[in-house]
């Protein structure tokens, strides 16, 4: 990615699945709309597909905004799941593992401090 996560840049996922056409203005207003957050925060928001076979990131970096997103030509992206919410947030180690195939419902945290941002 061209743009930096810093501390404390959130990342909000969206539960439901969502039109892969929408660009933009579509995603600016899902965002706006639907998760009720400001698209320009500064804050990254990842979507996904009924099949779970693409997602495309949302982000403002202070001049714009940056879509980007991912096509899997094998297999399906491993999306977190729950009632009755229609985002979480992740950490970008979390990000990175959703990103390249890992199920991050499989891995365990260590019990450490880390301060939050």
Request: charged share 25%.
């Amino acid at each position: 990615m061209l743009f930096g996560l810093g501390l404390a840049t959130k990342i909000y996922i969206a539960v439901d699945a969502i039109d892969m056409r929408k660009g933009f203005e579509g995603l600016h207003g899902l965002v706006r709309d639907h998760l009720g957050q400001d698209p320009l925060s500064g804050h990254l928001f990842l979507f996904t597909n009924k099949t779970k076979t693409r997602l495309k990131a949302l982000v403002w970096d202070g001049s714009g905004l940056w879509v980007c997103a991912k096509r899997l030509e094998k297999g399906r992206f491993r999306w977190p799941e729950t009632e009755g919410v229609r985002s979480l947030t992740m950490r970008a180690e979390e990000l990175a593992m959703l990103v390249n195939g890992l199920d991050v419902k499989q891995t365990q945290q260590r019990n450490w401090y880390r301060k939050s941002a």
